[in-house]
Every structure is written in structure tokens, then in C-alpha cells.
């Protein structure tokens, strides 16, 4: 039988965050991250990046002690809520570590997280053809955002 365990990871901790790159890493490698991997600029600077970012905390999914997913999340605010969110950035479970429910216990455990530091909802974002992460995020709860039939729609300018 195979010991899954979900733990915080330590952003003061430089392996942690050495472990959190590594991670993310494989998640920008899988197609669902992009294809590609981390470019060589992430690699070098995340990790000190990630300790210096006041609003961030992050899970580390481990299957018999060997780490297989992550998750990393943004804290910011709401006007409308007067109250603090939690934007999940980055989901991921290794191919390793895919089937055994430690998407779940990620899941919970960001909702537990954003719970302990008084926010008011969690947001995502999630590439429309990613059905296995659609149904975990449905079956946690999470609905596509939006009043009646519109859709908010996330966007970015590049600096």
C-alpha cells in the first residue's frame, strides 16, 4: 500500500524551494503545463524568487516520501468581499504520483490553507481541454465564474 502524504512547504527552507522549482518544472514539461519546461531564466531565479514574495504559499504532495505534486498559491484581496483570496497558480501531480488521489488531497489542503488565513474564496484558472483537472475542481466545489451565462476571461499583458 502506498503512503501519500500532503505537507506545507517551508518557503523560509532553500531545499523546499529548490524542491517547489524542480516540481514546476516537470509541470511546464507535461503538456498541460505547456510542453516545454521552465526556461532557463525561471530555473535560476525561482527559487529565490518564491523567498522573497510575501503572499505566496505553496503544498508538497509526497508518495512513499518521494515528492510528486505541488501547489502553489497567491494570496491578494478583495474590494468586494473586504476580505484576502487565494489565486491557486500551479496544480500538479507527476505522472509518478497520477491516480492515487493526491490531486484531492492537494485540493484540500489549499482550501485548508486559504481557510487558515481568513479568505474569502479560491480561484483558478484551468485550460478548457484539461477534463481530468476539470473534474477534480468540479467535484471540490469550484464553478466556472461569472454572473448568469457571461464568463470573466483571464488575461495578461506580457512586461
Known sequence: MSVLQVRAANL????????????????ASDPMGGGAGLSSHARLHLA????????LFAV????DGEPVGHALCVLGFSSFY???VCNLH?????????????GRLLMQAVEDGARSRGCAKVT???R?????GLGLYH????????LGDARYLMMEKKL
Open 48 to 55: 529565490d524568487a518564491l523567498g522573497r514574495h510575501p503572499g
Open 139 to 146: 467535484s471540490e466545489g469550484f464553478a466556472h465564474s461569472g
Open 12 to 27: 523560509a527552507d532553500r531545499a523546499d524551494r529548490a524542491l517547489l522549482v524542480r516540481l514546476t518544472d516537470g509541470y
Open 82 to 84: 473586504a476580505a484576502p
Open 90 to 102: 500551479d496544480l500538479s501531480v507527476l505522472a509518478a504520483g497520477r491516480g492515487k488521489g493526491l
Open 128 to 132: 478548457e481541454d484539461n477534463h481530468i
Open 124 to 126: 483558478l484558472e484551468v
Open 60 to 63: 508538497i504532495a509526497e508518495l
